[in-house]
Each structure stands twice: as C-alpha cells, then as structure tokens.
C-alpha cells in the first residue's frame, strides 16, 4: 500500500429546512437541519487535520469456538480490516474473554501501519483462540488507553462479540462508556445470534459509531472490511453542533435522523451564554440530518424571532476558539393564516416519520417478546404502514420476516408463528436505520 499525501479537509455546509410560520401564541419551531461534508480526499488520503488510530477488539470468549466458523471468521475479518489500514495509520489488535489482552504490537503501544507490520499483525492473529468469560468494558478501557497515548485526531474502535457481557456488572459498563465518550468513536458487531441487541447498539450509540448484526460469520471480513474503509475516509474528528438560543427559548431536543436515528439532547455541553454543544463525531465525504426542536416564547401575529443559531463548530487549538465550519439559522413567525401556520414541512414531516417507525420497531418487538400479542401486533403494524409511506424498503423487507402483511397501507398485520432469531435481531438492530427524504 502506498503513502499518501496529507490532502485539504472537506467544506462544510449548513442547510435548514422548517415551515417558520406559527399560530398566534404558538411556541413549538421543528427544523431538519442537513450538514453535508465534500470536496476532502478519500479512504487513501490521510486526514487533513493529523492522523488516524485504530484499535480493533476481538471477542475470543469461550463461545467463540461454537461454532467454530465464528472463530475463524473473527480471525480472517480482522485480517481483512489490518489490510484495509493506510499507511501511516496508528493500529492495534486487542482480544477480549473476562480480560483485555493486547494481541499486536503489544507492550501498550500501537503499531503504525505500513507493509511490514500489516504482516507481522495478520501472523499474531493466527495465534487468537477462544476460552474465558465476556466483560467488553476491559476491553474498552485498555483500547481508551492505547488510543489516548496517540496524538491522532481520528481515534476510532471496532468491537466484535458474539455474546452477552456476563462477566461485569451492567454499572461498570455504563460508567467506561460514559469515560471513553467523546476520546473515541466505535463501530460494533454482534456475530451470531446469541449476543445482547441492547448491549451492543448502546455500545455504538454511546461512542457515536455504527451496530450491526452478521449473522453468518462468513460474511464478517466483508463487513469488517466496509467499516474500515468508512474509517479511513474520516478526515475531521470532533465535530459539534452548536445551538444558540435567545432569552426565553429553549431546545427540545436534538435528534439525528440520517442515515440512522440517534437522539443527542442528553449528550449536551455548555458552550458560553446561552449555546450548549452537541457531539457528532468524526466527518468525511458525507451527509447527515438533525431535527432540532426549540420551545419559544408565544408570539402575537407579525412578530418574528430567531429561535436558534445552529453552528457547525469543531476545537480550536490550545487556547484558541472553537473554529467555525458551517451556520444556519431556524426562525419562527407568527401568522393568522391558518394554511400557512398549519403547513408541515416535507422533511420535518419525513423524519418525524422515521424516528415513529423506529419507535414503533423496538416497542413491537419488546411486546412480542413479552407475550403482548395484541400490543405487538398493534406496533408492527404501524411500522409496516411508516415504512410503506416513508419507501423504506429495506425495513419493510425485515418486517416481512417477522409479520405476514395483510393490507400494508391501513397497517393490518398477522405476527408469525415462528421467527428465526438471526431475523428478528436483525430487524431491532437496523430500526434506526432511515431513508433519505424523497427529493420532488
């Protein structure tokens, strides 16, 4: 693999989308807020603003070895993703049982890839044996260590588990996410079906990263190897929205809504008089979307405010100011035409939409897994109806898995009498995902 020169970071722009018109003493303003990254390298350039670090996690517990397809899939992924690594780039490889072990370089240091160390790392890997108990936040913590010794501003994991974490208390989980937040993203896979969905969704979600299920462990260097390159093509780390509210405004919330819902509003930081941060991690040629909900003071017919500021901010060198990368501004009028204060905006619409199907997913499922036949029955329903309006194909198709559609447009549905585990896991753990509003 060769070297690459350092090229210019992407340029950012800020897009809102809202109907501003309000009743009279209305106070609710609902904006889609899209942020799109271009014009950067790609997977082979390196970062604009420094390097990038890596450390992937291997569950090597003793459910590993049954079957013993898993085992060598985790070794041959993992592989995979050490080949996909840029030159330059700082990796390491750490398997996870009750304990945390570094497998490659070792000695609490990272190796920086180039054609020798990819092929010392892939000859450690055959050495990866299953045996022992799962506790995942050792192996978070000894990844938040390597990765805090390197002066990358990309730190990125990628966990693989095929179980639950029987071997730590769901606390001391928790309190390492909460720790590592913010030092690094992680991407996380279960193999398999006997992992925990909840455990490793909330993995990704705390650490801003992607979950997915691979079900077949001969589809994991496959996997592995796409979110590698979807983390070789990051280029600018630490990116936040900046919210600015005037006196008597206040956010809602603030909820990513593409490609994947995740809502942000406990995720907030103060950042001056009135503006509070909300992460989003690291950017390379791509576009988001964020709904943002700001409560205002009701206004008398004509007036107009400015509810919020929205800012695209990434740190500022030491002692410098955060720098600015984008800006867009959500507004609110109030009106007596009722058509034009009763109006919703398309991608306000769309997305609301899609936070709802998601919703309506994980609560079916729960209620399914609690017997409630009638509550699931009810829930999955509305999803396949969302799913048909909003033509997400792909979540209607995992439906189909789990419900016989009787009429997907009124919502009627049968639930199946039997379901594969592998389809069910899969339909929770992509609830989140969405589509695109469709463009007229």
């Not at 000859?123 to 044996?129: F, N, Y």
């Not at 699931?376 to 109806?385: D, F, H, I, Y």
Request: proline letters at 4%; charged letters at 20%.
């Amino acid at each position: 693999m060769a070297n690459f020169a350092k090229q210019s970071a992407p340029r950012f722009t800020v897009d809102v989308y809202q109907n501003e018109f309000l009743p009279e003493g209305g106070r609710e303003v609902h904006a889609i807020v899209t942020v799109t990254a271009t014009g950067g390298g790609s997977a082979a350039a390196a970062p604009a603003d420094g390097g990038a670090a890596v450390v992937i996690m291997v569950d090597c517990s003793g459910s590993m070895e049954y079957p013993p397809e898993k085992m060598r899939g985790a070794r041959e992924a993992t592989a995979a993703a050490v080949d996909t690594l840029r030159d330059g780039t700082a990796f390491a490889v750490i398997a996870g049982t009750h304990v945390a072990k570094e497998v490659y370089p070792g000695q609490g240091r990272l190796a920086v890839a180039d054609p020798a160390t990819r092929a010392q790392a892939k000859e450690a890997l055959r050495g990866l044996s299953s045996g022992g108990g799962t506790a995942i936040g050792t192996w978070l913590r000894l990844a938040d260590g390597l990765l805090r010794g390197s002066t990358a501003s990309i730190r990125h994991g990628i966990l693989l588990t095929d179980g639950r974490n029987e071997h730590e208390e769901a606390a001391v989980l928790r309190a390492t996410l909460d720790a590592c937040a913010g030092r690094f993203t992680c991407d996380a896979r279960g193999v398999g079906t006997d992992w925990e969905v909840k455990e490793v969704t909330g993995i990704a979600h705390a650490l801003l990263g992607s979950a997915d299920i691979v079900a077949d462990p001969a589809r994991l260097a496959e996997d592995f190897t796409r979110v590698m390159e979807n983390v070789m093509g990051k280029e600018v780390a630490d990116v936040s929205l900046r919210l600015w509210t005037p006196v008597g405004a206040e956010i809602q919330y603030v909820k990513q809504v593409a490609p994947a819902v995740q809502d942000l509003s406990g995720r907030r930081t103060e950042a001056g008089p009135r503006a509070g941060d909300y992460p989003t991690g690291s950017w390379g040629d791509e576009s988001r979307e964020y709904h943002v909900c700001v409560r205002v003071p009701g206004g008398s017919v004509g007036q107009e405010m400015l509810a919020s500021r929205v800012t695209l901010v990434r740190p500022g060198a030491a002692g410098e100011p955060a720098a600015v990368l984008g800006q867009g501004l959500v507004r609110a009028v109030w009106t007596d035409d009722l058509a034009a204060s009763t109006a919703i905006n398309p991608q306000v619409a769309h997305y609301t939409g899609q936070a709802e199907l998601a919703q309506a997913i994980q609560q079916g499922l729960e209620a399914r897994k609690m017997g409630d036949v009638e509550g699931a029955t009810a829930k999955l329903g509305r999803a396949v109806q969302l799913a048909g309006v909003s033509g997400n194909a792909d979540t209607a198709r995992l439906l189909s898995k789990v419900v016989d559609v009787v009429d997907a447009v009124a919502g009627t549905v049968r639930l199946k009498a039997k379901v594969a585990d592998a389809d069910e896991m899969t339909l929770e753990t992509r609830s989140t995902q969405t589509v695109r509003v469709k463009k007229s």
